[in-house]
């Protein structure tokens, strides 16, 4: 099938273009890059390094895949962005390559990084992820599936984001963020649930039900060896609870409270 190719775009002849891409004015893509079929690239979009996109993703003007990463232990070893199928990364979006042989920077599929948002090496991001304008994602960030971040966030390296929670705008975010839950604040706190991302998933009312046990535990007990205690004893043990229970027991950085 045919591509789409500005003629002032320079894409190099190893890289490997699928069908019906578009590749729109003074793009560049470097020799080791994969557009997948139905992929279209507008003005000015550059991808480098090992690089993977997959198919009918849209990158707007300006966005940057693949590059150098900005960790100064960075000595130039081979390692791989990988990008999931009907996902878009709006105006100059930086997705960087990772830091370690061989070792990846993964954005999902069905993913909408919004303009200037920015996803550190090493990062991980699930899928039907929504990232706001100029949302900071720092090194070695693992985002689950279903999360949406608010506009100029910025989240310390290592940290965990859990499935289904959502942050709001301009937050700061040093610890986990708990599956399922509302955070905000500068530090970002626990608010509650993501009521609303719940509801609209198609979460049964009885597992929400426990999940609210589970977050009015987690605000209210200081100790958290009595936080696991509580929501073991007190909320039925529904799959929601238990990778709630999970998220808790994993963090290595601690979470919002």
Do not use: W
């Not at 090992?50 to 960075?74: R, S, W």
């Not at 039900?209 to 039925?236: F, M």
């Amino acid at each position: 099938m045919g591509k789409k190719i500005h003629q002032t775009a320079v894409v190099s002849p190893e890289a490997k273009i699928g069908d019906n891409v578009e590749i729109g004015p003074y793009s560049v893509i470097g020799d080791d890059v994969e557009i997948g079929d139905g992929t279209k690239l507008y003005p000015h979009v550059v991808i480098d390094g090992i690089t993977k996109i997959g198919k009918c993703c849209f990158l707007f003007p300006g966005a940057c895949v693949g590059l150098g990463n900005q960790d100064l232990k960075y000595k130039g070893e081979k390692t791989i962005v990988e990008i999931g199928d009907n996902t878009t990364l709006r105006e100059c979006v930086t997705v960087h390559s990772a830091v370690g042989e061989n070792h990846k920077t993964v954005v999902g599929s069905r993913c909408f990084l919004m303009a200037y948002a920015h996803v550190g090496h090493n990062s991980v991001i699930g899928d039907d992820v929504v990232i706001a304008n100029s949302a900071a994602i720092a090194g070695h960030v693992t985002i689950e599936d279903f999360v949406i971040i608010g506009g100029i966030v910025a989240i310390h390296q290592f940290c965990v984001i859990g499935q289904s929670s959502i942050i709001g705008g301009c937050s700061k975010v040093v610890q986990d963020v708990l599956p399922y839950s509302l955070a905000d604040g500068h530090p970002s706190k626990l608010y509650g649930l993501n009521l609303i991302g719940l509801k609209r998933r198609g979460f049964k009312p009885e597992n929400i039900l426990e999940l609210k046990k589970a977050v009015r535990i987690i605000k209210t007990t200081i100790n958290l060896k009595k936080i696991v205690e509580k929501i073991n004893s007190e909320c039925k043990p529904v799959e929601e609870v238990k990778k709630l229970l999970k998220a808790i027991e994993a963090s290595k950085r601690g979470f919002c409270r």
